[in-house]
């Protein structure tokens, strides 16, 4: 399929669950990628696989995007290895769990400095490089968190509806200048990825969820199964392509209905 035919996609955390089923299938659909992640070996290894399906489709560095020189490096980097920018996915996250009396104020930084603050960074020092391209597309991966508040997610939460909330501002910023920059969020439920076995984890070691962790997640949502991570591919490589072209400052909710009740 070539539905990205053409266009060049900036994917950060492209080495965790989420990021490296983007970054397959937008190589799948034609696009060429750069890949970053705060982990160089897992990136670099994701690279290798990508461009073994696709030769010269993926380049990769390592890229923390809570630093703003660190976003200028690696998005000239990009510049230079695709010819240009045409896509970015803000995909790098972390959960954090605690009520606002639980957070302390040095977990609240920095839930919101790696899922906020580096969006903001990131759609600032890029746009520039999207104005190039036109038309251009940024993804932003916020969660059914920001859209509904949980339990004991104070920060997490606040964050990713600031990521909503930007998504539009800058959606808006954009279309008000006149340029066809279109920024757009997706809100995924439970998926079972690195992340998710954080929630669970509490401080010990990442392992599968068991089946009971599953049935009480699962018995949440209307569809009565988890997302998954080719569900939020699906939907990035809509944003990203140009079938979404009149859509911008909107969002797509990827929650089996749970937020509909
Ligand atoms: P994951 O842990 O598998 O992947 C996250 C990736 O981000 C990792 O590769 C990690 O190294 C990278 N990362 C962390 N801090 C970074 C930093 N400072 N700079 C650069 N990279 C960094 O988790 P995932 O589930 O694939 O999460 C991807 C996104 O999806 C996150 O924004 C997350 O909040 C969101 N999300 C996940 C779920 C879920 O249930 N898994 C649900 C809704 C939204």
């Known amino acids: 399929a070539s539905r990205l035919k053409g266009k060049r996609a900036f994917i950060t955390g492209a080495a965790g669950g989420i990021g490296s089923a983007i970054a397959h299938a937008f190589v799948s659909e034609g696009a060429r990628v750069m890949l970053t992640d705060l982990d160089g070996t897992a990136v670099q290894a994701l690279a290798g696989r990508v461009n073994d399906d696709a030769p010269g489709a993926a380049a990769f560095c390592a890229h923390d995007v ?3 020189s660190g976003w200028a490096e690696a998005l000239e980097t990009a510049n230079a290895a695709l010819g240009g920018i045409d896509v970015l996915v803000n995909n790098a996250g972390i959960w954090a769990v605690g009520s606002v009396e ?3 104020p040095s977990e609240w930084r920095r839930c919101m400095g790696v899922n906020l603050d580096s969006v903001y960074l990131g759609m ?11 038309p251009a597309s940024i993804v932003n991966v916020s ?6 508040a949980g339990h004991n997610v104070a920060a997490y939460n606040t964050a990713k509806a600031g990521m909503w909330m930007l998504t539009k501002s800058t959606a808006l910023h954009c279309a008000h200048r ?7 969020s997706i809100h995924p439920t439970f998926i079972e990825t690195g992340l998710l076995q954080d929630v669970f984890a509490r401080g010990g070691e990442r392992q599968p969820l068991t089946d009971d962790q599953k049935g ?9 199964r988890l997302c998954t991570v080719e569900d939020v591919a699906y939907a990035a ?5 140009d079938e979404s072209r009149y859509m911008t400052a909107s969002e797509i909710k990827l929650d089996g209905g749970l937020s509909a009740m």
């Open 66 to 68: 809570t630093s703003e």
């Open 178 to 184: 006149g340029d066809d920059i279109r920024a757009n």
């Open 124 to 134: 600032r020092l890029a746009i520039p490089y999207l104005r190039e391209s036109q």
């Open 216 to 224: 009480k997640l699962t018995r949440q949502i209307p569809l009565k």
């Open 237 to 241: 490589i809509y944003l990203a392509s």
């Open 102 to 104: 639980e957070t302390d």
């Open 143 to 148: 969660s059914v968190s920001g859209l509904v």
